[in-house]
């Protein structure tokens, strides 16, 4: 398929404009999607006149950069006062406190024993826009290898959509349950590499800004993003849990939100980023702290597991 073809194809894609589930997973099923669409090109004569726009690139994974902690700081310093418009956000005390506290609480926390032979379980519940009139909503389990050398698994459960259509290129995303292979993918983060990040926050923020370096309206909305498609696998990792959230504080423009919701309706107390442009607020348990996804996407489980398609014990 040449490359003029993949493009058109690419146009059937949803909008990356308003993604509800984070990007890195959001990427993952439109990379998957896209797959699709190579494999049927064949049965879609009209490609060239369908709706919609360009995929985004795929995501990186964190650059192999060691940056001297006094460096690191220098960096952010100049970052912070680039003129990219944090310079003039206002940081609410109370919520840099409010990260602050949650850092403690990760940190406290055991880490979770992981073999290479294991993989991460993570599930979630969201919605993925298909068009202005096409907004479905899904449940999703992923199992991705520790080591990121064997392949995964991705199920889809379309809560709330279209019935199965024969030939309709979106039939992935049909009310129902769909599986997914994840391939092993250079792009993709892997578990282990996660283990290798820095966990002091000034070198860890460097870290992502470099990771990100390009990306998003400022470096600062990459990272904030960056740092929240991390936060759920970073559970099992209360060192570098923690220093997520601080690293987070160094952001200019948080405030806390007293009655947040996840996107399943649980309420807690939220943290909402002038970088953000307030459409993801991260909320958290009350009582314990414990991230419990967002407004867009709600986080409920993360685990070890031994076997694609395994559940974690209760």
């Known amino acids: 398929m040449n490359p003029e073809e993949r493009e058109e194809l690419a146009e059937l894609l949803?909008?990356?404009g308003e993604p509800v589930l984070t990007n890195d997973r959001h990427d993952l099923l439109k990379d998957h999607l896209m797959r699709e669409l190579t494999e049927r090109a064949p049965q879609l004569p009209d490609i060239a006149t369908a709706p919609g726009r360009r995929a985004s690139a795929p995501?990186?994974?964190?650059?192999?950069?060691?940056v001297p902690l006094v460096t690191a700081t220098a960096v952010i310093a100049a970052v912070l006062a680039d003129g990219s418009g944090s310079k003039n956000a206002t940081t609410d005390a109370d919520a840099v406190d409010l990260l602050h506290r949650i850092a403690a609480v990760a940190a406290a926390k055991e880490s979770v024993p992981v073999r290479d032979d294991q993989y991460v379980y993570v599930r979630t519940q969201g919605t993925m826009k298909f068009s202005d009139k096409d907004i479905r909503v899904l449940r999703e389990a992923s199992w991705t290898a520790v080591d990121g050398k064997r392949a995964g698994l991705r199920r889809i459960t379309v809560l709330e959509g279209p019935p199965f259509r024969a030939g309709d290129p979106f039939s992935s995303y049909s009310k129902g349950t769909h599986d997914m292979t994840l391939n092993p993918d250079p792009n993709v983060t892997t578990f282990r590499e996660l283990q290798e990040l820095p966990t002091d926050p000034d070198a860890l923020l460097q870290r992502i800004y470099a990771d990100t370096k390009g990306e998003g309206p400022t470096r600062e909305s990459a990272a904030l993003e960056k740092i929240g498609g991390m936060l759920p696998?970073?559970?099992?990792?209360?060192?570098?849990d923690a220093a997520l959230y601080r690293a987070a504080a160094k952001i200019p423009g948080v405030s806390v939100v007293a009655d947040a919701k996840d996107y399943t309706g649980r309420t807690g107390i939220g943290l909402s980023f002038k970088e953000r442009d307030g459409r993801t607020v991260w909320v958290f348990n009350k009582k314990s702290l414990d991230f419990m996804g967002s407004a867009d996407e709600a986080l409920l489980d993360v685990d070890v597991v031994d076997e694609t398609g395994e559940a974690p014990a209760a």
């Open 59 to 66: 995501r990186r994974r964190f650059v192999a950069i060691a």
């Open 14 to 16: 949803p909008s990356p």
């Open 233 to 240: 696998d970073a559970m099992l990792l209360p060192e570098l």
